[in-house]
């Protein structure tokens, strides 16, 4: 009897079981490669380089695994980053729970991802905490203090570094916009998201001029 983990005759080696009773066939390395795709948000290979080179080596059995549960792989060989996707079927389940994003964090999703186009031919790009926020000022309605406004605009920052990991900080309220926001929205989402967005700037500039009016007329 062949002993679990090596060669038979044949020459084929049998999968070792990592645990008792596990009836898996993947070795070790690949599963923590699916598992870390299916966690997210992506897996970078200049932060992962270990993770990432599994991955190149074994794509074939990965991408296959991931289509079982309805995913698709996503891979950026050039700037080195993966991630996983719902399956392109319309009768298929969502496998992957989309990121809760306010109106603030979308707004700001779009700003970086304008800014990594603009300035990717250039090298790494690195934007401002203050630079994002006042582009984004024009989104602070009437009935919202600034004081309330920062802390939103404080909690979007935080949620593209810590949690969607679009940014990785680089000290001094600055951040390096990571390339995979690139592949994260597709151009037809970016385009309806920023109409949205576009009116809602102007309806905002014309609630803000009418203020401004009614105070005039009172004031005469």
């Known amino acids: ?14 999968a070792a079981g990592l645990w008792r009773g596990d009836s ?9 490669v699916l598992l870390r795709l299916v966690r997210g948000p992506y897996l970078s290979g200049a ?6 080179a599994v991955l190149l080596s074994d794509e074939a059995i990965i991408r296959s695994r991931l289509a079982e549960l309805f995913l698709e792989l996503v891979l950026d060989r050039d700037n080195e980053f993966a991630f996983v996707r719902n399956a392109p079927a319309d009768d ?8 809760a994003l306010t109106f603030l964090d979308t707004a700001m999703l779009l700003v970086l991802r304008q ?4 300035e990717e031919g250039r090298g790494r790009v690195i934007i401002g905490q203050a630079e994002v926020f006042e582009q984004l000022a024009v989104f602070r309605t009437t009935d919202r203090d600034e004081k309330d406004f ?4 404080n909690s979007s920052w935080n949620k593209m570094q810590n949690k969607l990991r679009v940014l990785h900080a ?15 929205v597709d151009d037809d ?9 576009q009116r809602i700037a102007r309806e905002g500039r014309r609630v803000v001029d009418t203020a401004a009016t009614d105070d005039e007329d009172d004031a005469e």
């Open 1 to 14: 009897m062949t002993d679990v983990g090596e060669v038979d005759a044949s020459g084929t080696e049998e």
């Open 24 to 32: 898996g066939s993947l070795p070790d390395r690949t599963r923590r």
């Open 47 to 52: 932060r992962e380089a270990q993770l990432w």
């Open 92 to 99: 298929a389940p969502r496998a992957v729970r989309s990121e």
């Open 115 to 118: 800014t990594l186009l603009t």
């Open 150 to 153: 920062a802390s939103r605009l």
């Open 170 to 184: 680089v000290g001094d309220d600055r951040a390096e916009i990571s390339p995979v926001l690139r592949l994260i």
């Open 189 to 197: 989402q970016i385009r309806a998201i920023t109409d949205e967005y």
